[in-house]
């Protein structure tokens, strides 16, 4: 089938959305709202008809059933061949079909699909699919390299040194920037025009295509704080502050300016929000003084922008974020997303939602360890309603996790979190309500 381009779907030049928030129809004969509406209204202050689940970070967990399913395109088109270059628009629709089918290993579908920046026309040209030993690797006609399939994630264009930067994440990184000329040179500022006909965000456009109607359709960037991160390690972000501010603030200016091109290919592509993760800003982390110069001076630009781009936005912040929710509150932001309560640190969901006080939606945070593997269906069941209803009182309440569900979750407790949640009728959604009905499931 012919697959529809992200540079297709916009005029070239303007970054504006051109797949806006228009409101599907219910479904005609339950007469429910569409997934993407009810999450759509949960996080703008409207009514959902039943609450929405959206648990976090669903693309980590179908990670290996999308690579398996990926891989398994690519040995039925080789079909007894042993090589085969990449096509980069045959490569997108295997990889849009991945995501499709990863999804099925849910009954209860949440009420969004996260999807992740795409593979670019460029390394589809340098790259080959070669079967040896019925194994099936990724090729570099550049350099000979070859690395197996299964062994690398799926995500963007592949880094054929098989260096995974999160292995480092200990290290200072400050050496490669010893002044503004040597970040101007790492961290090009590229137009969204340009970033469009990469054909990275093919994917997304392609997603949103067959599904943008009726679900919500995500993507997880970071904030220019949590984004240095990946430049400077932990031990660098960390020493950045006090010995290199100026430069640091040149870096993160730079960075901001680059994270709004990228916002502008994501809304031009139709996609409908941002999880927009923060890190290692927390209470436990940084300072309220580091805080505000390095994270919320940023973040305001950040969020600001990406409200003018028509994409709503959810801002997760892992760490101590209690102390912070004031402050976070006062960002352009349309809800707020944190942890399940660690070892040195503790966040109840009804303070949370007591603290935020109406100001923005609230996303729960059911701690995927404790009612993930070894937790029993009903356990999951109970502790969904128990947030659901502290839920009851926040402007907008979206059932979801606090981390990552661990890989070796099984589907069916998803399914009891969706299958529960589509359960329960908000009321009100006024603080004052607080309450909650049963009614009909819409899975």
């Not at 109970?382 to 979206?398: D, K, L, P």
Request: hydrophobic share 35%; proline share 6%.
């Amino acid at each position: 089938m012919e697959t529809v381009t992200a540079v297709e779907r916009i005029r070239i030049g303007d970054c504006k959305v051109v797949n806006m928030h228009q409101d599907p129809p219910p479904n005609p004969a339950t007469n429910r709202q569409a997934p993407r509406q009810r999450l759509m209204n949960a996080l703008t202050g409207g009514q959902p008809d039943v609450l929405p689940a959206a648990p976090c970070y669903l693309v980590l967990f179908l990670e290996e059933f999308q690579r398996a399913n990926y891989i398994e395109q690519y040995r039925r088109h080789l079909r007894g061949k042993t090589r085969c270059r990449v096509d980069h628009a045959q490569d997108t629709h295997f990889r849009a079909e991945a995501i499709y089918q990863s999804y099925s290993v849910f009954k209860a579908r949440p009420d969004w699909i996260e999807v992740p920046e795409g593979s670019s026309r460029a390394w589809a040209e340098r790259t080959d699919i070669v079967v040896q030993d019925g194994v099936l690797y990724y090729e570099d006609r550049l350099s000979g390299k070859r690395l197996p399939m299964n062994s690398v994630r799926l995500r963007s264009d592949l880094d054929m040194t098989g260096d995974d930067p999160s292995l480092h994440d200990l290290h200072d990184g400050r050496e490669q920037f010893r002044s503004q000329s040597d970040i101007d040179a790492r961290l090009p500022v590229l137009p969204t025009e340009e970033l469009l006909q990469s054909g990275s965000w093919d994917l997304a456009a392609e997603v949103v295509a067959y599904y943008g109607d009726e679900y919500f359709i995500s993507t997880i960037l970071d904030p220019p704080f949590s984004d240095a991160y990946d430049l400077l390690g932990f031990e660098g972000l960390m020493l950045i502050q006090h010995e290199q501010s100026d430069l640091f603030h040149y870096l993160l200016q730079r960075k901001l300016k680059q994270s709004q091109q990228v916002m502008g290919a994501w809304a031009a592509v139709g996609i409908h929000g941002v999880y927009a993760e923060e890190v290692f800003t927390g209470a436990d982390i940084i300072s309220p003084k580091s805080y505000d110069r390095f994270v919320f001076a940023y973040n305001q630009p950040y969020f600001s922008y990406m409200r003018q781009l028509g994409l709503l936005s959810i801002h997760y912040v892992c760490g101590d974020v209690m102390p912070r929710l004031d402050r976070i509150v006062e960002l352009d932001i349309d809800a707020v997303a944190v942890e399940e309560s660690k070892k040195n640190f503790r966040i109840e969901i009804q303070e949370v939602i007591e603290r935020v006080a109406g100001r923005r939606a609230v996303f729960g945070n059911i701690d995927a360890v404790r009612f993930g593997p070894g937790a029993t269906l009903e356990e999951m069941a109970t502790e969904v309603r128990r947030q659901a209803q502290a839920g009851a009182r926040a402007r907008g309440f979206v059932v979801s996790t606090g981390s990552p569900f661990p890989l070796d979750t099984n589907p069916r407790l998803i399914d009891t979190l969706v299958s529960t949640t589509h359960s329960l009728v908000p009321q009100s959604q006024s603080p004052e309500a607080g309450t909650l009905r049963t009614g009909p499931r819409s899975d």
